[in-house]
């Protein structure tokens, strides 16, 4: 087996799924959005991290208290994630 993980921008990840044809579904557990796809013998998991399950982390730490939440990869991410914190701080 060949293991390869990468970080991209949200809206390449969303690509890659469309341009698979794959399907996206909401996995309740870890609260985002996942497709899987095979091609050429590989298969393609992708975990999409976005507003709806971005809001879903802010949601726990409301739930728990927390004095707020850290980030990182500056530019990888859409306007829905920006909608999203507005709506928490």
């Given at each position: 087996y060949k293991l390869?993980?990468?970080?991209?921008?949200?809206?390449?990840?969303?690509?890659?799924?469309?341009?698979?044809g794959a399907t996206v579904e909401w996995v309740e557990v870890t609260?985002?959005?996942?497709?899987?796809?095979?091609k050429e013998g590989s298969t393609y998991k992708v975990w999409?991290?976005?507003g709806q399950s971005?809001?879903?982390?802010?949601?726990?730490m409301?739930?728990?208290?927390?004095?707020g939440v850290a980030a990182w990869q500056l530019g990888?991410?859409?306007s829905s994630v920006w909608e999203?914190?507005?709506q928490y701080y």
């Open positions: 390869d993980v990468q970080t991209v921008k949200m809206a390449d990840a969303i690509a890659a799924v469309q341009n698979a609260a985002q959005n996942y497709a899987e796809w095979t999409l991290e976005d971005l809001g879903a982390k802010l949601q726990v409301v739930n728990n208290n927390l004095a990888y991410a859409d999203v914190l507005s």
